[in-house]
């Protein structure tokens, strides 16, 4: 029977999704737990994590009848996150939660209307901070990933709504690190990787944006999950996806880093003061340059619209 609990948020889609469908087949003990908004998207996602067979609702919690599970809640709604305590407390203990929900709408600052700025703090940085406070509060969770970006290390034009909540949550997970000792919380930043989300924000992303990170080339889904399963029974806690990715984490020096929880932490290192003192000012000369000539550009092409 089932003596342990995984959670996964963002688990009806993308890789919340996936992550789910690995530990559901490889974990046999374990209860799996797939938190979204919408109950439509949960359902089909319980569908495909068990084909077809048993699923149920968490508030209908019986290992005896299955270990699949799904509830819909916004977890950047702070008053009902704060409600799943009796339902988390009664589960067998908590391995692992993964925090994957998320996502990007990418388009130039003056494009967004306020509220869209508003779901980018909701769902990249108070999905997850509510839910740890929770868990760690309450001392209910063993481990703890979070899903930051590669852009936490690099904020760029495009990426306005959502860069700086993945920066504060790489912030959040340092501060914690240093308050929750005893329990092990995994950072990740991923570059990026083909997912429903993906596909949807490269339909505002501007050209700029897909120009800048360019050398990003999207993995598959599959061999996103993989490496990151990989990295963590590893032993990494600061795990990126990608060559790139590797190389900005190299130049995000500071205070705040954890130099020896990263994959070849030593070379990065080497390469990160190489880095900050030649390759990073010649390389920001050059991005204010195209950054300016598309600005420019931009610029007369809405002009030409309104004439
Ligand atoms: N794809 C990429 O290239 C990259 C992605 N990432 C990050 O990795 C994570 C997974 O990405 P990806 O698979 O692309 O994500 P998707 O956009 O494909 O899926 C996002 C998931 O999060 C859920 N979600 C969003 N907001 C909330 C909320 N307020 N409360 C509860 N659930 C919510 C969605 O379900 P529902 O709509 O039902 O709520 C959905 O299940 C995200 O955090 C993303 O920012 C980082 C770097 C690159
Ligand atoms: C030494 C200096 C070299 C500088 C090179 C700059 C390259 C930047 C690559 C950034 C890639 C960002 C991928 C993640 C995007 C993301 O999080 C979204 N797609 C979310 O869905």
Redesign the pocket.
């Known amino acids: 029977m089932a003596d342990q609990t995984i959670i996964v948020?963002?688990?009806?889609?993308?890789?919340?999704l996936e992550l789910a469908k690995y530990h559901h087949n490889n974990d046999e003990n374990a209860v799996i737990i797939i938190?979204?908004?919408?109950e439509a998207?949960l359902i089909n996602a319980c569908k495909k994590i068990c084909n077809n067979t048993e699923f149920s609702k968490l508030e209908e919690f019986d290992t005896n009848k299955t270990r699949l599970y799904y509830h819909p809640?916004?977890?950047?709604n702070a008053g009902k996150v704060e409600n799943l305590l009796p339902l988390l407390a009664k589960l067998p203990t908590i391995q692992k939660t993964y925090l994957?929900?998320?996502?990007?709408s990418v388009k130039l600052f003056r494009d967004y209307s306020i509220s869209e700025l508003q779901q980018g703090i909701?769902?990249?940085y108070s999905?997850s901070l509510f839910l740890s406070h929770v868990l760690l509060k309450n001392e209910l969770c063993k481990h703890l990933i979070y899903?930051s970006?590669?852009v936490s290390f690099f904020p760029f034009i495009g990426y306005s709504s959502y860069t700086p909540s993945k920066t504060s949550l790489k912030s959040l997970v340092n501060i914690l690190r240093q308050e929750f000792p005893d329990c092990r919380l995994t950072n990740v930043f991923?570059?990026?990787?083909a997912?429903?989300?993906?596909a949807e924000e490269n339909l505002t992303k501007p050209k700029i944006t897909k120009d800048i990170e360019g050398s990003s080339k999207?993995i598959s889904v599959e061999a996103c999950r993989e490496i990151i399963i990989n990295d963590i029974n590893k032993g990494y806690d600061d795990i990126t996806t990608d060559f790139i990715g590797w190389v900005l984490m190299a130049c995000d020096m500071g205070l705040n880093k954890n130099w020896n929880y990263s994959k070849f932490w030593f070379l990065q290192l080497i390469l990160g003061v190489f880095a900050n003192l030649i390759i990073i000012p010649i390389y920001m000369v050059i991005l204010k340059y195209d950054i300016n000539k598309y600005l420019r550009k931009a610029q007369v092409s809405d002009k030409t619209k309104k004439q």
């Open positions: 948020t963002g688990g009806s889609q993308g890789l919340g938190l979204s908004r919408s998207k809640i916004d977890l950047s994957t929900a998320g996502g990007a909701n769902m990249n999905s899903f970006s590669e991923p570059g990026n990787f997912s429903e989300g993906y999207p």
